[in-house]
């Protein structure tokens, strides 16, 4: 059974840095993007980072210069840099490995991010 496990959550203050890390477990096939999402209370699920195979990124404009998206195909791992971290990024955050052949996404079980004085 395919597992993502997530770390490097916790609390922060405002300005600060974290590294989210996700390494998944079990045999993975066909794996062509990972990236982290993030929900905060009340709010829909967000995309705050994707690279594909090629090693493309692609940020919202809301990280986009803050937040960096990094991989090592070799542990099957994925890593979110986070610099310059608002109150408004307090949010759960989670991993996302997207397969195709057939398409399937699988989910780490989040880490909270909180983000505070």
């Known amino acids: 059974q395919v597992q993502l496990v997530e770390s490097g959550g916790g609390l922060v203050q405002p300005g600060g840095s974290l590294r989210l890390s996700c390494a998944a477990s079990g045999s993975i096939f066909n794996i062509y993007a990972m990236a982290w999402y993030r929900q905060a209370p009340g709010k829909e699920r967000e995309l705050v980072a994707v690279?594909?195979?090629?090693?493309?990124?692609n940020y919202p404009d809301s990280v986009k210069g803050r937040f960096t998206i990094s991989r090592d195909n070799a542990k099957n791992t994925v890593y979110l840099q986070m610099n310059r971290l608002k109150p408004e990024e307090t949010a759960v955050y989670y991993c996302?490995?997207?397969?195709?052949?057939?398409?399937?996404?699988?989910w780490g079980q989040g880490t909270q991010v909180t983000v505070s004085s």
């Open positions: 996302n490995f997207k397969r195709n052949f057939p398409y399937y996404d699988y």
């Open positions: 690279i594909n195979s090629g090693g493309n990124t």
